[in-house]
């Protein structure tokens, strides 16, 4: 049960062995010029953490357009990975949150692919290799260097489809539904 995750971690270090050195300094992109995309997902963390730690709805901010502000509806606010990455913000800060968010993402997108691959195959290492095919991707990893980390996340893909087989497969659809809802 721990092989899967730690495997997948350690192949994360060719990948961003840059940025451990600078874990609460640099984001985990591999950006040369601008970098203004990994920058405004950490902002979009810190704006999270701190509009939800000061009670007020983070769809809206006076911090940018001031003072009428603007609605953050239609931009990239990343509400769902701001609301996993509080506590990380909150305690260690956003750059310490995007960090973690990114390598989260790729452990998470392998681990649930190989869970998805092995209910299928049978096959522990061919589950194993499904896992890395899916997480270190060109296009994922390329994604991450450009600093898309809300369009990393696609962890959630594998565990919907093994949710999905499981309720289709099952008489009691109700645990599935509730394990959907949290995805």
Request: with cysteine.
């Amino acid at each position: 049960m721990v092989f899967l995750p730690l495997s997948y971690t350690l192949l994360l270090i060719p990948f961003f062995s840059a940025t451990f050195a600078q874990w609460s300094s640099a984001i985990a992109t591999r950006c040369v010029e601008r970098c203004d995309t990994g920058w405004q997902n950490v902002w979009s963390l810190a704006w999270v953490a701190q509009s939800i730690s000061q009670g007020q709805l983070p769809t809206h901010t006076n911090q940018l357009f001031y003072p009428g502000g603007v609605d953050l509806f239609w931009q990239t606010l990343m509400l769902a990975n701001g609301l996993l990455m509080l506590p990380v913000t909150l305690l260690f800060g956003a750059i310490v949150a995007f960090n973690t968010l990114t390598y989260v993402t790729f452990v998470g997108a392998a681990w649930s692919a190989a869970v998805r691959a092995e209910s299928i195959t049978k096959h522990r290492c061919a589950a194993w290799i499904a896992g890395v095919l899916y997480s270190f991707a060109p296009f994922h990893i390329w994604l991450s260097y450009a600093g898309f980390v809300e369009r990393v996340s696609i962890q959630h893909f594998p565990m919907l489809l093994l949710a999905f087989c499981h309720m289709i497969k099952s008489a009691n659809w109700r645990p599935v539904v509730l394990g959907l809802s949290v995805c």
